[in-house]
């Protein structure tokens, strides 16, 4: 009999970064690896019309359950949907910390960090979200016949911070899909539109968060500026309030007409951003994976990252590693990959580091943690 899996893609919606990429990127690599897998997708309307443009559609089952509209999507990923999984499936896989506290069939959970509990954002609309996390997800971790951490660094927060044991949590990392990339725009065009100096642009591509740690970055900029006194800095990635900070910590160290707080830019601009980058800097407090370190390093910019969390895990030796904490480390970092020698062997590292993370890896691994959870739950 083939394999029963739902896969609880319910919270999905366009333009919600890594989740989006997962959901979009395993399900075509579980088909490829168990071709005989019933896949059934559950979803809200607009995470569906997503999920029918891709490729692989047709080749699974997609559902849209009451209970699935903005605002009773949490209550029904904790109970309902526990339920319905148990009547219809044999596994259940929820990867966006939320699961049913009680199901029949075998609960798999994937709990990529826990930002939530460590630095916890609780700006604008966010404190009720984050509440109902802190509230619900140690339950459900500690429930859950399978949990899954995407870096061994997740999955050490996960049993500190939630404590899940160990023998329930499966390190499985991301993948990295080198997707057909949009036509550039050119470097001298976005100088011009985003009033960018002839100057050498640090990079850094993440959603304002207090946790991407971009307060520091700032800070940093100013020391490099002492001996680069042309650099600036690029900021790409979703708007929050928390630019408010950004722009205020920009002000205060004199650095406001070199530094560019840029929010959505499409995808043309992006990679005509990596390709004008002398240097992509992520000196994150927290990540689960950290996909933005392997991104740069597959374009051919250096990197300079963080010394804690999953970073180290995914940089390997091919980038600089500096202590997040220290503005005066993350400064020194940056004038270390701003040097064309250094760089210049960063990137030939960088380059080969994205091929030792596959899509295909994480789904032969997801299965393995499937069938263990179908073991425990029997």
């Known amino acids: 009999m083939p394999l029963r899996v739902g896969i609880n893609a319910v919270f999905l919606e366009p333009g919600m970064g890594g989740l989006q990429t997962y959901v979009l990127q395993l399900i075509p690599a579980l088909l490829d690896e168990e071709p005989d897998l019933a896949l059934t997708i559950l979803a809200n309307e607009v995470g569906r019309r997503l999920l029918e443009a891709q490729p692989w559609s047709s080749d699974v089952s997609m559902e849209t359950p009451r209970g699935t509209r903005r605002g009773l999507r949490a209550f029904y990923e904790l109970g309902p949907l526990g339920v319905t999984a148990g009547r219809r499936f044999d596994v259940l896989h929820s990867p966006a910390l939320t699961a049913p506290l009680r199901t029949r069939c075998a609960n798999v959970v994937v709990l990529a960090d826990t930002t939530w509990i460590s630095s916890p954002d609780t700006g604008k609309g966010q404190a009720p979200t984050v509440r109902l996390w802190q509230a619900a997800v140690p339950i459900v971790a500690r429930r859950a016949d399978r949990v899954i951490a995407i870096s061994a660094a997740s999955a050490a927060d996960v049993r ?219």
């Open 160 to 378: 500190d911070h939630l404590g899940v044991s160990p023998g329930r949590i499966d390190v499985i990392p991301l993948g990295y899909e080198a997707r057909g990339r949009e036509k550039a725009t050119s470097g001298d065009v976005l100088r011009e539109r985003f009033g960018l100096s002839p100057g050498p642009i640090v990079l850094n591509v993440a959603m304002k968060k207090v946790h991407k740690n971009q307060a520091r970055l700032i800070r940093a900029l100013a020391q490099v500026r002492r001996d680069v006194p042309n650099a600036q800095l690029v900021l790409a990635g979703a708007r929050t309030p928390y630019e408010e900070v950004l722009e205020h910590e920009a002000r205060e160290h004199g650095v406001s007409d070199a530094v560019r707080i840029l929010g959505y830019v499409d995808d043309a601009e992006l990679e005509g951003l990596y390709g004008a980058a002398s240097a992509f800097a992520f000196p994150s407090l927290n990540e689960g994976f950290g996909l933005p370190v392997l991104e740069a390093m597959a374009r051919g910019v250096p990197v300079v990252t963080s010394n804690v969390s999953a970073m180290p895990e995914v940089a390997g030796d091919a980038a600089i590693l500096v202590d997040p904490t220290s503005v005066d480390d993350i400064a020194r970092g940056i004038r270390q990959v701003l040097d064309p020698d250094v760089g210049g062997r960063l990137v030939e590292k960088g380059l080969a580091r994205p091929g030792a993370f596959t899509w295909e890896n994480t789904a032969r691994l997801t299965v393995r943690s499937w069938r263990r959870a179908l073991t425990r739950s029997s």
